[in-house]
Each structure stands twice: as structure tokens, then as C-alpha cells.
Nanobody, 123 residues
Framework: QVQLVESGGGLVQAGGSLRLSCAAS????????MGWFRQAPGKEREFVAT???????IYADSVKGRFTISTDKAENTMSLRMNNLKPEDTAVYYC?????????????????WGQGTQVTVSS
């Protein structure tokens, strides 16, 4: 049973913007910490941002000020708005969920994962 479904990746020029979405059930969004991770070719998967229902948020330093994570109660989605994209942002981006509402930034803390969506930023 697929519980997290990402959408919105694509190809964009440096300086451009993209919005990623992660569809999930209301049960997951309200009881789980939600996060975005990314994995570039030849690199380990890394933390991008996390949000708890109610708005507490943490960003990785590399995306702070450029990316915005949010949840939409009406649409039952979590989103990642990415502005001023750089070539080093190129990666497969994954939506993830971790039961319990503590803030979590480690990959091993997340039990549910989406299939990933490719983001490519050209220079």
C-alpha cells in the first residue's frame, strides 16, 4: 500500500523555482513528523527539511532561506517550495514520514518513504 506519493519534480535552470508535493493521509500528516530528503548521484541521502503538523520546522543549512516546507490541511499534502535553485540541488527528492511528533533529521528515524522525484538544475 503506497502511503506517500511525490510529484512536481523536473528540469529547471539555475535561479529558477520548483514546487514538490507529497500526498498522504490525514492520519499520517497529523500524527507523523514529515520530512524531505534528497540523494544526489554518488552521494548519500541527506536531510532537507522537516515539519510537524502545527508548524514547527527545521531546514538543512544548505537550503535555509531558499526552500519552504509546508502542509495543506485541505489537500492533505506536504509541499516543498524551492526557490533560487542551484546545480548542487540536483537530486532525487524523497518525502518521508516518522511516527511521533518530535523533530527528526536522521534518515533512520523515518519508516515511510515515497518513491522519489527527480529534480535537475542546469547551470
Amino acid at each position: 500500500q503506497v502511503q506517500l506519493v511525490e510529484s512536481g519534480g523536473g528540469l529547471v535552470q539555475a535561479g529558477g523555482s520548483l514546487r514538490l508535493s507529497c500526498a498522504a493521509s490525514r492520519r499520517i500528516l497529523t500524527n507523523y513528523a514529515m520530512g524531505w530528503f534528497r540523494q544526489a548521484p554518488g552521494k548519500e541521502r541527506e536531510f532537507v527539511a522537516t515539519i510537524i503538523w502545527g508548524g514547527t520546522i527545521i531546514y538543512a543549512d544548505s537550503v535555509k532561506g531558499r526552500f519552504t516546507i509546508s502542509t495543506d490541511k485541505a489537500e492533505n499534502t506536504m509541499s516543498l517550495r524551492m526557490n533560487n535553485l542551484k546545480p548542487e540541488d540536483t537530486a532525487v527528492y524523497y518525502c518521508a514520514a516518522s511516527y511521533g511528533l518530535g523533530l527528526k533529521t536522521k534518515q533512520y528515524e523515518y519508516a515511510l518513504w515515497g518513491q522519489g522525484t527527480q529534480v535537475t538544475v542546469s547551470s
